[in-house]
């Protein structure tokens, strides 16, 4: 089966960076899309950034221009780089893959969605 882990977090001071990590293990497709979600305190999990196997990027609107994904390092192995953080980052990251299996009849299709442990990101002011 698919695990993923999350490696990275930690304390960082308002204006600061930090850089968090995931790696998947199993057997996971390498045409995955991956990506990062957050959930702080009394909030709803949101989605943060994703990339797709071709590269396609796409970030939510409060870290547009701050944070940045990327793939590198090993197989199956995406980054999130933190820049300008806020106290309103603060939140538990979770890494986050997705995989469209093609059945063998027809054009049917099975989705598969797999989720990391979490790494807390803290930010102070």
């Known amino acids: 089966q698919v695990r993923l882990k999350e490696s990275g977090g930690g304390f960082v001071q308002a204006g600061g960076s930090l850089r968090i990590s995931c790696t998947a293990s199993g057997s996971l497709s390498s045409n995955a899309a991956m990506g990062w979600y957050r959930q702080s305190e009394g909030h709803e999990r949101e989605l943060v950034a994703t990339i797709r196997s071709g590269g396609s990027t796409n970030y939510a609107d409060s870290v547009k221009g701050r944070f940045t994904i990327f793939r590198g390092g090993a197989p199956n192995t995406v980054h999130l780089q933190m820049n300008t953080l806020k106290p309103e980052d603060t939140a538990v990251y979770y890494c986050?893959?997705?995989?469209?299996?093609?059945?063998?009849?027809?054009?049917?299709?099975?989705?598969?969605?797999?989720w990391g442990q979490g790494t807390q990101v803290t930010v102070s002011s």
């Open positions: 986050h893959a997705h995989q469209t299996v093609l059945t063998g009849w027809g054009k049917a299709t099975t989705d598969y969605n797999y």
